[in-house]
C-alpha cells in the first residue's frame, strides 16, 4: 500500500511540475524561487493566475515590448497590445519563435495554453476571440512579463 501511495504521489508531482527538459534556460526549483515573488512563482512555474485588473501592464500604452520575466526574451510587442476589457494585457499575437502551447484541460475544457518557448515559464491562455488582424486574444498574467520602453 505504501508504495502504491509513493507512486501515485511522484505521478501527481510530475504532472505538476512544468519539465525542464526541453528548454534552452532551465533552473532549479530554488532558484525560481529565489528569483521570483511568491505570486510570480505560482504563475510562471505551478501555471496559476494573477487576479484581473491587477497588472500594472494592462494599462502600460507605451511604445515598446514584453519580455519574458523569467529569461528576458521578447514575447510581444506593444503595437501588438489591445484593452479586452477583461482585466489582463491582451494581445492578438506573439512575436516570431517567442512562445510555445500546449491543450490546458484544468476546467473541464480545452484551453490553449501559452508558455515562453526558452524557459517555459507559464505565460497565459490564447482565446479565438480577439479582434481582426488574427481573431486571437493572448490573454497573458501581467506577472509573467516586463516591460521594456523602445
Not at 46 to 60: C, I, K, M, V, Y
Not at 61 to 81: E, H, I, N, Q, W
Not at 91 to 113: C, G, Q, S
Amino acid at each position: 500500500m505504501q508504495r502504491r501511495y509513493f507512486l501515485l504521489s511522484a505521478a501527481a508531482a510530475c504532472l505538476a511540475t512544468p519539465s525542464l527538459a526541453g528548454y534552452e534556460i532551465t533552473r532549479s526549483d530554488a532558484e525560481w524561487r529565489a528569483m521570483l515573488s511568491n505570486l510570480e512563482y505560482k504563475v510562471m512555474r505551478r501555471e496559476g493566475t494573477e487576479r484581473a485588473f491587477t497588472s500594472p501592464l494592462n494599462d502600460e500604452k507605451r511604445t515598446g515590448s514584453f519580455v519574458c520575466r523569467g529569461c528576458d526574451l521578447p514575447l510581444y510587442a506593444s503595437k501588438d497590445k489591445f484593452d479586452s476589457g477583461t482585466g489582463w494585457p491582451s494581445f492578438t499575437r506573439a512575436m516570431p519563435n517567442a512562445i510555445a502551447t500546449k491543450v490546458d484541460r484544468k476546467l473541464f475544457r480545452a484551453r490553449t495554453e501559452c508558455h515562453c518557448r526558452r524557459c517555459g515559464s507559464h505565460l497565459g491562455h490564447i482565446f479565438d476571440d480577439g479582434p481582426a488582424p488574427t481573431g486571437k486574444r493572448h490573454c497573458i498574467n501581467g506577472v509573467s512579463l516586463k516591460f521594456v520602453a523602445a
